[in-house]
């Protein structure tokens, strides 16, 4: 098979320079350099250099030892990734953090996995070039179907590259395979762990509710709305404008452990409605202060916010599938995708601000499927 030499049929001396650098063959571009070493040999020839070499049994000592230590920096790794699983389940009120600590339950996982995944890699890399030999093997292509002796010669070459590997004269490196593969593989079964346990009844209150606890205990009707992004309490008279609209917050949900998960639930809009065009729901009849109503933000099809205002129309509508409602009749559902009414908020007055007495009477956002 032609061929990578130089071409010429000049006879030389074996050992000669000359000899040495016209046998070695031409680089092609894109390819590393192979230092004069023939890429392929043709059957009978010597092997190349290093190739079947013997290895030194001290050196290899040492390099196990290396190799079994990665491994076992491999099975602490997959420890350290479960064990940062589990923990991070519990950052949270009853499991369910939220992005306050997503950003720390990421840092321990990734770093867990991370850690076993690369030391794994390390020890395995350093096992192939250190420890195993490097015999030369000439595999002949034939039919598909193999014969009884070449079957007997495919067990030997097998059983020969068992022992060539180690795995079989060198029971540390198994054992600490086995130990860190043993943690990698029970990792995703850990996984699992993600499909319960139910939220029960947690998604069917927001802080609202608490906050209207908290102010009742210390003798007041209710909790003061606050601005959206100034935390000023809202007068009555500062929301006079008929078809204006503001977005509110129950005062101290910036203080709330999971303050970012409370206000994801918990924001509302206010609507201040014409008198002439407002129809109270019934049994809410007392929900609104001269025609300002507050409904939940998040929209009841797949949770966008609901903020597009039209004052002509005093329509509410989710931009991401076009649901409409009807501010005017406790924000029914007129058109789009949505199923259910934007939740109501009950609202009162004391001393001049507009509080709310109490939480939504259903839970926010889409409808999810233990909601019955």
């Known amino acids: 098979m032609s061929d990578n030499n130089t071409g010429s049929n000049e006879p030389t001396e074996p050992g000669d320079a000359v000899h040495e650098q ?147 004269k060198r029971p540390l490196l198994r054992r600490t395979l086995l130990l860190a593969a043993a943690p990698l593989g029970l990792a995703p079964l850990v996984l699992l762990r993600d499909l319960g346990p139910l939220p029960e009844k947690r998604l069917r209150h927001t802080f609202w509710g608490e906050a209207v606890k908290h102010a009742k205990e210390h003798g007041k009707k209710g909790v003061r709305l606050v601005v959206d992004g100034t935390n000023r309490p809202l007068r009555v008279s500062d929301f006079a404008t008929p078809g204006s609209m503001i977005t509110v917050l129950p005062e101290g949900i910036e203080e709330s452990h999971h303050a970012m998960n409370d206000i994801a639930k ?71 995708p949505a199923a259910r009414s934007l939740p109501q908020l009950p609202l009162a007055v004391e001393d001049g601000y507009l509080i709310a007495t109490g939480d939504y009477p259903e839970p926010v956002g889409p409808s999810f499927w233990e909601r019955g």
Not at 43 to 62: C, I, M, Q, T, Y
Not at 111 to 120: E, K, N, P, Q, R
Not at 285 to 310: D, F, M, Q, R
Request: with cysteine; aromatic share 8%; proline share 4%.
């Open 22 to 168: 016209r046998q070695s063959p031409k680089r092609v571009i894109g390819t590393p350099a192979q230092d004069g070493r023939l890429l392929v040999t043709a059957e009978g020839e010597p092997a190349p250099h290093g190739a079947g070499a013997e290895l030194d049994e001290e050196s290899a000592k040492r390099a196990e030892r290396v190799v079994a230590l990665f491994f076992l920096l491999a099975a602490l790794g997959s420890v350290g990734f479960i064990a940062a699983y589990v923990y991070a389940g519990t950052l949270g009120e009853n499991g369910m953090h939220g992005v306050d600590d997503a950003q720390v339950s990421n840092y321990l996982l990734g770093g867990g996995m991370t850690v076993a995944m690369l030391a794994m890699a390390i020890g395995v890399t350093i096992w192939v070039r250190r420890l195993m030999t490097s015999k030369q093997i000439i595999q002949k292509r034939g039919n598909l179907y193999s014969d009884e002796p070449t079957r007997e010669e495919f067990a030997t070459n097998f059983l020969e590259g068992a022992g060539d590997s180690a795995v079989t």
């Open 266 to 336: 918990a924001v509302t809009i206010l609507i201040n409605i014409p008198a002439d065009r407002f129809k109270p729901v019934k049994g809410r009849e007392n929900w609104h202060v001269n025609g300002i109503v507050a409904y939940s933000k998040i929209c009841t099809h797949v949770g966008c916010p609901a903020a597009l205002y039209e004052q002509t129309t005093h329509h509410i509508l989710c931009p991401c599938h076009q649901s409409t409602f009807d501010a005017t009749d406790g924000a029914k559902v007129i058109f789009g």
